[in-house]
């Protein structure tokens, strides 16, 4: 008996939502997206002594062929197969047989999976066109949804923008923040309104549309009495000159003081000429029993953690700023940031402490590392502080820089940041 040859195996169209593939030139087709299941059509050359007829093998991706299974058999050179999933790979080959011999398999061919968009976010927050929020909302978006149940929720990008002049605030993509994210401290404004979207993008690759525009408006903060961009609580007496300069930093116009919860000590922003600061427009110190992570915390902070805001001489421009202690830093000190999006981070980089101690040197770029908001918007978003590592070590902190971005909605990312 004459052994049968190698044949060879392409794929022929089969409409409406078939796939082809072609191997004179490996023409891939891809087929359209459907929700019903999907049938390909396979063709390949006849033996030139006619064989006793021809089996089909199919795989799915990371499998192995099953030889004692055939998916088709027959006599004719192609076949139809129908009800394949739409968001599995499969690749096929053929063999001839007579009797008991089998030839060795055709070349393979592959259809790719269909790739499946995930639904369009949904925005659920009990805050939609609310008015006088807190300056600190939680955005909420339904959970994701895919056709395909195999695909799951990688990343959600957040987009916070003022109505009055449609500067986008904050633009953040997020591994960690899918469905819920707090804004962070000082991102919002007084009596200010503002829309948001998001987006989901899949495990698998694909992105959602954007939601449908949610909005609101923040109301006076009712902890700024005098609407000088400092908690009335923590400004501090005309006695305070951090900087030691002659001029209490309380009537300094390019500095901010605060005195750090429980009056422990105060902190100082500065940002005179050169620093590439127009202004600082608000300074808080944080309460770290409010801060959810702060049991896991790697470091002890002395002087808690200060976040600051700062308007820039230009768009995408670096703040070299310095900021003052009343209690000196150890040599043994790192500058740490912490924030709602991204967590514990060492910053020290981008710090350069001075040798008593009494002030730190930062850089941050706007738009870049050191800025929360992640976006290029002449605005830069810091919380910070000096930590002392603590002797539990949660976790490691280190410099190594990872960055998330995107593009849509009118806003540019490039967002570094140093996370655990």
């Known amino acids: 008996m004459k052994r049968p040859r190698i044949p060879s195996c392409q794929t022929t169209p089969v409409s409406p939502w078939a796939a082809a593939i072609f191997l004179a030139g490996l023409v891939i ?14 063709a390949w050359d006849a033996n030139d002594s006619k064989p006793e007829g021809y089996r089909v093998f199919s795989r799915q991706s990371g499998e192995a062929y099953n030889y004692d299974h055939p998916i088709w058999e027959g006599t004719a050179t192609t076949c139809t197969l129908i009800g394949l999933d739409d968001f599995t790979d499969y690749a096929f080959v ?86 819920e994210l707090d804004v962070p401290v000082l991102m919002l ?16 690759g694909s992105v959602s549309d954007w939601s449908t525009p949610s909005r609101f408006t923040t109301g006076t903060s009712a902890l700024d009495g005098d609407g000088n961009g400092i908690p ?25 003081c605060v005195y750090v919860v429980d009056s422990a000590g105060q902190v100082a922003v500065s940002a005179p000429s050169g620093s590439g600061v127009s202004r600082i427009t608000a300074m808080e110190a944080t309460d770290l029993d ?80 050191g800025d929360v908001d992640g976006v290029e918007n002449g605005i830069i978003i810091d919380p910070s502080g000096y930590g002392i590592a603590n002797d539990s070590e949660a976790c490691s902190l280190t410099d190594a820089q990872s960055s998330s971005g995107g593009g849509g909605g009118g806003c540019f990312i490039s967002n570094t940041l140093w996370a655990h």
């Open 29 to 42: 087709l891809f087929p359209a997206f459907s929700h019903a299941s999907r049938q390909v059509t396979l």
């Open 94 to 179: 053929v063999r001839a047989y007579d009797g008991n011999l089998e030839s060795a398999d055709s070349n393979e061919v592959r259809l790719p999976s269909l790739v499946a968009e995930p639904e369009q976010p949904e925005a659920t927050s009990s805050q939609d066109d609310a008015e006088d929020l807190f300056l600190t909302p939680v955005l909420q978006t339904a959970a994701f949804s895919s056709a395909d149940s195999n695909d799951t929720h990688l990343q959600t990008r957040w987009i916070l923008t003022r109505e009055s002049d449609g500067v986008c605030i904050m633009d953040l993509t997020s591994t960690s923040d899918l469905t």
């Open 189 to 204: 404004e007084d009596n200010t309104t503002y829309s948001w979207t998001v987006r989901h993008t899949s495990a698998k």
């Open 232 to 256: 009335d609580e923590q400004e501090v007496e005309t006695t305070i000159d951090l900087d030691d300069n002659g001029v209490a930093d309380a009537e300094q116009e390019d500095l901010r």
């Open 290 to 369: 409010t801060i959810g992570s702060v049991d896991r915390m790697p470091y002890d902070l002395p002087l808690g953690l200060v976040s600051f805001r700062l308007e820039l001489e230009h768009t995408g421009g670096i703040a070299r700023i310095r900021i003052y202690f009343s209690d000196p830093a150890p040599q043994s000190a790192r500058w740490i940031k912490y924030d709602t999006i991204n967590g514990w981070q060492d910053y020290s980089v981008h710090a350069t402490f001075a040798d008593d101690g009494l002030f730190v040197d930062l850089e941050i770029q706007d738009g870049g590392f």
